[in-house]
Structures are given as C-alpha cells and as structure tokens.
C-alpha cells in the first residue's frame, strides 16, 4: 500500500514538472512574441498585428495561471482535501477560458475604432512577426496537445487549443494585412475587420474552454469506453463476479473511481475485503489515469440496482 502511494505521489510529480516545462516555454516564447507584435505593429501602423499582439500577451498571462495552477494541482492530499487539489488545476483551466473571452473583446473593440479614419497602409514588415507566430505556435500547440494528454491536464489542453487558434488568428491577420497592402485605395479598412476577427476567434475560443472545463467541475462521467476498461480491469481479480456500479469524476489530473463489487455472498467480510483491495490496486496499476479507487462490496445476485454504469 505505501509503495503504490508512494509511486501514485512520484507520477503526479512527475506530471506537474513537466506541465511546469511546457508553461515556462510557452510563457517565453508567447512573450517573443507579443513583444514583437505589439512593437513592429505600431511602428508598421497595422491594427492586426497589434490586436494579435495583445492576444498573445495574453496567452502569457494564461500560461502563468495554467503553472500555478499544476503547482497546487500537485500537492499531496491532506486532512481538508481527501481527493487531493487536483481541482485547482481544472479552475485554472475555466479562468483561461473567462479571460479569453474578455481579451477578445477588448480586441475586436479596440480593432473597430477610427476604421473610417484616413491613415496610411501599413508597412510591409508588418507581415514578419505574424509569419514567425503561426510557425512556432504550430511547433507549441502540437507539443502541449501530446503533453496535456499524457499527464491528463485540461488546463494544458485548454492553452492547446489556445495555441491553435493562435494560428488561425494570426493567419487571419496576415490576410487582413496582405489585402490592405496588395489595394489600399480598396481595403484600408481591411486591417481593422481583420482585427475585430482576430478577437472574435478568441472569444469562441474562451466560451469553448469555459464549456469544456464547466463539465468537469460538473463531475461529468468520462466515456463508456473508459468505464468499460475500469469495469475489465476490476473484473480480473479472482472473487469479482460482477461490477454493479461504476461511477467516476475527473479531480484535476485524474479520475476518483466509486465502484460498486459483487463477490460471492458466503464470503467472510474479511475474505470480501480481501478481494475490495486487490481490485483497487488491480485498477490503479492497469489504468494511470485513475488516482484511486473506492471499492463498495455487495453480495452477488443480489436486488441491487443494475444500472448502465
């Protein structure tokens, strides 16, 4: 029992460092990067790439949070907390999604003022540090895509998709910049629409996230595949006749599993015990999603309830 706890405490160590790493680098480069747009931007005169700026300064702050959260996410279960503070992590992960929608706003406002204002077309180089984002945001959402699924953070996946949009943001302003620069008698005005669509993708973006993490706050049941392969791992142990109940509600980086076991009736409660913990650590070893297991023993054959799960 204390080596599995003690391997349990060295994964989830090892997850946050390196959801730690992943934060450091995006939190670096998006700083790169928002710098550099909001610099060139305004020396170039373009409201794209400065609004694309601002987004990427904000991802800076969202990968702060996402660090700080997988920090507390980390810590070991205590007295107030018997489930751990995995929870933080995914609270991390709804206000990334509440401050996007909120930067996006202010993108699309900001974007829209003075478009009827005569000004100069932007300048060619304008395009550069838009071209350098959509390539390492490619390299970054990619990275935290394969990262936020190994270690099961929805913080992480969140700026994932973050990163993502980053993309698609970017490319929308280097369109929105090429047009103004191919016709500006015709589309001046381009620079400041493209803008204003830069921080409308990032509001669906944070509406996105908030519904994504508002489930698991919701102890919403992971998928029947998942469950399935809670109920096969279980059903392994000898004495496990049947599952009656499966229940299962994501904590942070993993899931705490209820399960309901059937063993023979004749059993000894001692015997049924037996059988209760072996199923748990069966559970915990064959699935490293699964923080812990709550084993409930009922008698098989019995008049329980016998429902999907």
Same mark, same amino acid.
């Not at 000004?119 to 932007?122: D, E, I, L, M």
């Not at 490619?138 to 895509?145: Q, V």
């Given at each position: 029992? $204390?080596?599995?706890?003690?391997v349990?405490?060295?994964?989830m160590?090892?997850?946050?460092n390196?959801? $730690?790493?992943?934060?450091?680098?995006?939190?670096?480069?998006s700083g790169?990067?928002?710098?550099?747009k909001?610099?060139? #931007?305004?020396?170039a005169? @373009?409201?794209?790439v400065?609004a694309d700026?601002?987004e990427?300064?904000? +991802?800076?702050?969202?990968?702060g949070f996402?660090?700080?959260g997988?920090?507390?996410?980390? &810590?070991?279960?205590?007295?107030?907390?018997?489930?751990?503070?995995?929870?933080?992590?995914?609270l991390?992960?709804?206000?990334?999604?509440?401050?996007?929608?909120?930067? =996006?706003?202010?993108?699309?406002? $900001?974007?829209?003022?003075?478009?009827g204002?005569d000004?100069?077309?932007?300048q060619?180089?304008?395009?550069w540090p838009?071209?350098?984002?959509?390539?390492?945001?490619?390299?970054?959402?990619?990275?935290?895509?394969?990262? #936020?699924?190994?270690?099961?953070? @929805?913080a992480?996946r969140?700026?994932?998709?973050?990163?993502?949009? +980053?993309?698609?943001?970017? @490319?929308?302003?280097?369109?929105?910049?090429?047009?103004?620069?191919?016709d500006?008698? &015709?589309?001046?005005?381009?620079?400041?629409y493209?803008?204003?669509?830069?921080?409308?993708?990032?509001i669906v973006?944070?509406? /996105?996230?908030? $519904?994504?993490?508002?489930?698991?706050?919701?102890?919403?049941m992971?998928d029947?595949?998942?469950?399935?392969?809670? &109920?096969? @791992?279980?059903?392994?142990?000898?004495?496990?006749?049947?599952?009656e109940?499966?229940?299962?509600?994501k904590?942070?980086?993993?899931?705490?599993? +209820?399960?309901?076991?059937?063993?023979?009736?004749?059993?000894t409660?001692? /015997?049924?015990?037996?059988?209760?913990?072996?199923?748990r650590?069966?559970?915990?070893q064959?699935?490293?999603?699964?923080?812990?297991?709550?084993?409930?023993?009922e008698?098989?054959?019995?008049? =329980?309830?016998?429902?999907k799960?």
């Open positions: 029992m $204390r080596n599995g706890v003690a349990h405490s060295l994964e160590a090892s997850a946050e390196l959801g $730690r790493r992943v934060s450091l680098i995006s939190m670096a480069v790169g990067l928002a710098v550099a909001l610099v060139i #931007g305004w020396m005169g @373009s409201n794209s400065m700026g601002v990427s300064a904000g +991802d800076v702050v969202a990968s996402i660090l700080f997988l920090w507390v996410a980390a &810590r070991p279960p205590d007295e107030n907390h018997p489930y751990g503070h995995g929870r933080f992590e995914t991390t992960g709804l206000a990334v999604g509440i401050g996007l929608a909120m930067i =996006g706003a202010l993108i699309s406002w $900001r974007s829209l003022q003075d478009i204002a000004h100069s077309p932007p060619l180089y304008a395009i838009l071209i350098a984002s959509v390539v390492m945001k490619g390299i970054l959402s990619t990275y935290k895509f394969k990262v #936020g699924r190994k270690i099961g953070s @929805s992480l969140a700026d994932a998709w973050n990163d993502t949009v +980053d993309i698609l943001s970017g @490319s929308v302003a280097l369109v929105a910049v090429g047009l103004t620069l191919y500006p008698a &015709r589309f001046l005005a381009a620079d400041h493209g803008g204003a669509a830069v921080g409308l993708i990032v973006l944070g509406f /996105q996230v908030i $519904r994504e993490t508002g489930l698991t706050l919701m102890d919403t992971p029947d595949g998942s469950i399935g392969e809670i &109920r096969a @791992s279980a059903l392994q142990v000898p004495g496990a006749l049947d599952v109940k499966c229940f299962a509600r904590t942070g980086l993993r899931y705490h599993v +209820d399960l309901h076991l059937e063993v023979d009736p004749e059993l409660v001692l /015997q049924g015990h037996a059988i209760a913990e072996e199923v650590n069966q559970v915990r064959d699935l490293d999603w699964v923080a812990d297991v709550l084993v409930h023993v008698p098989h054959g019995g008049c =329980g309830y016998h429902g799960h």
